[in-house]
């Protein structure tokens, strides 16, 4: 990410005991355009803010509606606590940055702006490797398509592939979906190129 977000209209769920110090960070946030909700029971699944912070400090592990480092919004932790268990927690719920209690006015913007660009970042990866995974699934049917240009062109493995790909590369197909219609019988077998 190489701008830093506009946060009008987002709304943000602060997870945290009603007190003061919400106060002064709820000012803060609505002051970014934020519309701003403090709550302390778990966030319903079903309607998540575009952004949440947690007091890292006392939160359970059903405060937040999943585990593990695949939060679907921004997670920003409230910590003042140095308690390594407190850590391990926020980073199982997948926070992305933390803003150190007792909060300052200064920390806020910056830590969201964090928060965004490295969720952003989580999201790209999952699903580029979910891409990948696919793709890796989908090898055998490469294999097979690559087998059945073999016996058919009467030619070696290297040059049936050859033929795959540069089918794949004309249709601008990957070449899973070419290999596909190939062994489905859909796609006519490319011709040696």
């Not at 110090?21 to 319903?44: M, N």
């Not at 059903?62 to 679907?72: D, K, M, R, T």
């Not at 926070?95 to 806020?108: E, G, L, N, Q």
Request: proline share 7%.
């Amino acid at each position: 990410m190489r701008e830093t977000p506009n946060f009008t209209g987002w709304r943000v769920t602060v997870l945290h005991r009603p007190e003061a110090a919400t106060e002064r960070l709820s000012r803060q946030l609505k002051l970014l355009g934020f519309h701003v909700t403090i709550q302390w029971t778990p966030l319903d699944v079903d309607e998540l803010p575009d952004m949440i912070l947690v007091d890292a400090d006392q939160g359970w592990d059903n405060l937040l509606p999943w585990s593990g480092a695949s939060a679907p919004r921004p997670v920003v932790a409230l910590l003042g606590s140095e308690a390594p268990g407190r850590i391990a927690w926020l980073m199982e719920h997948g926070s992305c940055t933390i803003i150190s209690k007792p909060i300052t006015a200064s920390a806020i913007y910056p830590a969201l702006v964090m928060a965004v660009s490295i969720h952003t970042e989580r999201e790209t990866v999952r699903n580029r490797l979910l891409h990948l995974e696919e793709r890796i699934r989908l090898r055998p049917l490469v294999h097979a398509a690559v087998q059945k240009i073999m016996a058919a062109r009467q030619t070696d493995e290297e040059h049936a592939y050859s033929i795959l790909r540069n089918c794949a590369m004309q249709r601008r197909l990957p070449m899973e979906q070419v290999a596909a219609s190939i062994i489905g019988g859909a796609e006519p077998l490319p011709e040696a190129g």
